[in-house]
């Protein structure tokens, strides 16, 4: 069953191997030139335009799924389910770690990250409040009366 702590602990994991993907590229990026050069059209032509933004586009293409293979790598070799963790189960470990929802969540990790990043910052603040039994905020305002 879905409950507070194993939504944070999915979405720690998920955004962990995310940022660990991330890292993956940025390594590859200071190995092959090609992945960290921004192309410009040497003229103002629309070939030069065309080959310059094709170039940009395979570019970001190899980063993506080199973070992709990085993300689905990690899920891998830990060989931990995050649809277990986020459920709860006894335990998350799963034997088969190289099948294809292995890939899955390396693709849900990599374009899900910023969604994820967010979600967990909301949850935890949600976990916070509900653990300081505090009332919730409420809008104050310091008001002046009529004066003689």
């Not at 955004?15 to 050069?37: D, M």
């Not at 570019?59 to 973070?67: D, E, G, H, Q, V």
């Not at 770690?97 to 910052?121: D, Q, R, Y």
Request: proline content about 5%; glycine content about 6%.
């Amino acid at each position: 069953m879905v409950n507070l702590d194993s939504s944070i602990a999915f979405l720690i994991y998920v955004t962990a191997v995310s940022s660990a993907a991330a890292g993956v590229t940025e390594a590859c990026k200071s190995v092959i030139p090609f992945l960290a050069t921004d192309y410009e059209p040497k003229e103002d032509c629309w070939e030069d335009v065309n080959h310059a933004a094709r170039l940009n586009h395979y570019k970001r293409f190899f980063n993506l799924l080199i973070s992709v293979v990085a993300a689905g790598i990690i899920f891998g070799v830990m060989g931990i389910d995050p649809a277990l963790i986020l459920t709860g189960a006894e335990t998350a470990y799963v034997e088969h770690s190289w099948e294809l929802g292995t890939w899955i969540w390396g693709i849900v990790a990599v374009f899900g990250s910023p969604f994820f990043a967010s979600l967990l910052k909301i949850v935890e603040g949600y976990k916070q409040s509900m653990n300081s039994n505090q009332p919730p905020n409420r809008p104050r305002e310091k008001v002046r009366g009529p004066r003689r």
